[in-house]
């Protein structure tokens, strides 16, 4: 990953210009191969970039990276996989390439087609333009909102950055919460998006853009989810046809992720989400796939032994590190430095650590988040799905009574009563 940092101000362009080599500073941990400052003193724009080398290991793939003209500046963090699919169709229009990275042809996409460029990106993605010759910045998110960014606005300042930290870093930035925010981080264990802890201070929405000329912050959507009737669902084709054809993608999104010189590997829960990643990403390749999980001595919570017995029937070269109490809780004091605002999800520590651990032996790590939502990989899916066809053979007024005298229980009831039979109930797994 890399990280970018800007601002367009020119009422406070002194100061946060001399404050943006602190705040790219921030960010040295997404980008540790490189660094870059970019000034148009008149327009009152600032870009930075900390670059982590994935496609591309030559100094050419520097940031800010300019156009030919110099006249369009651009920072970027992510990878859009179709980039020499791309590369070959603007070749035919005439542009020239100087280097094999993907933030060029981002670059030049932009300068053939504009903001409709976005439209052929297929990856995950933020990046802020700087195109001097219509004077507008230009901010975009990947249609998922896999790559992060935050965005600043008030009295005309605008201020970017993929990490909330790097935004606090550039002076007169104002800290002053957000108390909407609360309420939200209390039922959600974490602030929603557009949401953050801060007043004026945003998340840019998955599939969105931004424009702002100096005077006008245009934010608009260029991509959502198909509805069902949209994609046709299926029809006319038998289970097997999309059994078969949900196979072809999952394996085409595993092999266009899996493009990069640098050493890559995967996270390993033992669960359906990474051990499905993993199947494929071993189906694709040749040599054994490096594979990392932690485990704990606590049963409860130890999902080791399940992602070791998938990496033996995988064949992967497997690593495993077994966390003690005072690993974790080494941990605590660095997550809000880490998250840069209140996260209440426990999955912050394992995250933590079992990605230090990839780290030491690979520079990119694919994991399975969203996998269980789509695959049905909690209990909560297939239980429900059991108990429903059960209540389903009951005659209706049963039924119906049923509801009646479940409904009128309270939460609370619920919950003691839950709880003594949690430990016989079937797990994750």
């Known amino acids: 990953m890399c990280g970018i940092v800007g601002l367009v101000s020119q009422d406070n362009f002194k100061t946060l210009r001399g404050a943006l080599p602190e ?54 963090n992510g990878e859009v996989y179709n980039f ?31 903001i409709d460029c976005l439209e052929r990106f297929v990856g995950m993605f933020v990046f802020a333009l700087w195109d001097s010759r219509r004077r507008r910045l230009f901010l975009a998110r990947d249609r998922l909102g896999i790559k992060p960014l935050y965005y600043y606005f008030s009295a005309g300042t605008l201020l970017f950055a993929s990490e909330l930290k790097a935004i606090m870093a550039l002076k007169d930035f104002p800290r002053d919460l957000d108390q909407e925010s609360i309420p939200l981080f209390l039922h959600y264990q974490y602030v929603p998006a557009p949401r953050t802890v801060f007043k004026n201070t945003y998340k840019l929405l998955p599939g969105h853009y931004l424009v702002y000329d100096g005077q006008n912050l245009n934010c608009r959507i260029y991509w959502k989810h198909p509805e069902r009737s949209e994609i046709g669902a299926g029809r006319g084709t038998t289970e097997a046809d999309r059994l078969q054809q949900l196979d072809g993608l999952l394996t085409q999104a595993v092999s266009d992720r899996l493009i990069s010189d ?34 704990f001595k606590e049963s409860g919570y130890n999902e080791a032994p399940w992602a070791l017995k998938v990496a033996r029937h995988l064949g992967t070269e497997h690593t495993e590190f077994y966390v003690t109490p005072k690993d974790a809780m080494k941990v605590i004091p660095n997550l809000p430095e880490i998250y840069d605002e209140p996260f209440a999800d426990s999955s912050a520590i394992p995250s933590f650590l079992v990605s230090k651990l990839a780290r030491t032996h690979v520079t990119v790590a694919l994991s399975g988040d969203g996998g269980d939502e789509h695959f049905c990989g909690y209990v909560r899916y297939w239980s429900t799905q059991a108990m429903a066809g059960s209540f389903q053979r009951l005659p209706g007024a049963v039924r119906k009574s049923m509801a009646h005298v479940l409904g009128s229980i309270p939460p609370h009831m619920v919950e003691k009563c839950y709880l003594p039979w949690r430990p016989l109930l079937p797990q994750r797994f």
């Open 23 to 76: 705040a790219v500073a921030s960010l040295s941990h997404r980008g540790p191969d490189d660094s870059g400052l970019f000034f148009d003193e008149k327009a009152g724009v600032g870009l930075g970039h900390r670059r982590l080398s994935i496609i591309d290991l030559s100094t050419a793939g520097h940031q800010p990276m300019a156009s030919n003209d110099g006249k369009v500046q651009i920072v970027y």
């Open 262 to 295: 640098v050493p890559l590997g995967a996270l390993l829960s033992g669960g359906i989400d990474s051990s499905m990643v993993v199947s494929l990403m071993q189906k694709v390749n040749t040599a054994p796939v490096r594979t990392f999980s932690i485990g």
């Open 84 to 114: 020499r699919e791309i590369r070959k169709t603007l070749k035919n229009y005439g542009h020239r390439f100087h280097t094999g990275t993907d933030t060029e042809v981002v670059l030049k996409a932009y300068i053939q087609w504009g």
